[in-house]
């Protein structure tokens, strides 16, 4: 879903909680996860998988909105030939292996395009995107559409409904990537172990964990009167007793 991002504290130098061994890094804005994916690529050498799970499917192509917009300021009628020009002139600019060519364009990254950039820089080989609006049919990824019923839930039934399954990992390493906006309820994180299989074991084999506050959508879709920030600490904790478990 668009929207404009900006260079914040917690943009740029994303909140890093530690609960075990497992690093959660919290950005505001949802596209400057790819700083934070890109950084792990430069560690590792090796483009990884992503688990996203969040109210939209932002997986709209990179910088598809800008050079719509440059396309159509300057000839409506040839929008189709212009747009991809301007998409491939800011890839051009981006060195995968140097985040700062990477910062200097995340002005014109709208906050649901980041993912299909990731893929585009070699970030991510495949992206598995758990939501509740769209179904897209991409020839790269995979899109699981949350029932409504289910709008904000981390149980078993909600991963079953979408059609996502653990066996979609197998024997490979991952990113769990979670976006506040999908939560609209308190009673999102009443945790029972024997209903949270699923998301137990996102959360224990992720190689990192990326959350997004997206204030303005959280705010816009909750469902009833509590805080970004209670969301926040509602999600940290939850993660914390899932990764103290021993079960």
Not at 147 to 168: C, N, P, V, W, Y
């Amino acid at each position: 879903m668009p929207g404009e991002g900006s260079a914040t504290k917690n943009n740029l130098n994303p909140t890093v909680v530690t609960l075990g061994n497992k690093k959660i890094r919290v950005v505001d804005d949802h596209q400057f996860a790819l700083l934070v994916w890109g950084k792990l690529f430069q560690e590792t050498g090796k483009p990884t998988i992503l688990v996203s799970i969040d109210y939209h499917p932002d997986t709209n192509p990179p910088f598809w909105l800008y050079a719509f917009q440059k396309s159509m300021a300057i000839d409506s009628d040839r929008e189709e030939i212009l747009l991809p020009k301007f998409q491939n002139k800011i890839m051009a600019s981006m060195d995968p292996l140097n985040l700062e060519t990477i910062k200097a364009v995340m002005g014109q990254m709208q906050n649901d395009e980041h993912i299909n950039t990731a893929m585009a820089l070699g970030y991510l080989k495949d992206y598995h995107m758990i939501n509740c609006m769209e179904k897209h049919q991409y020839p790269l990824g995979h899109h699981y559409l949350v029932a409504k019923k289910d709008f904000g839930s981390l149980e078993d039934k909600m991963f079953e409904g979408a059609e996502f399954s653990m066996k979609a990992l197998e024997h490979e390493g991952y990113l769990l990537d979670i976006d506040l906006d999908y939560f609209s309820s308190m009673d999102n994180f009443k945790y029972n172990p024997e209903k949270f299989n699923v998301f137990k074991n996102l959360v224990r084999g992720a190689s990192l964990i990326t959350v997004a506050r997206s204030k303005t959508y959280f705010d816009y879709l909750k469902k009833e009167n509590f805080t970004i920030e209670s969301c926040e600490e509602k999600l940290m904790a939850l993660l914390e007793k899932i990764l103290k478990e021993k079960d």
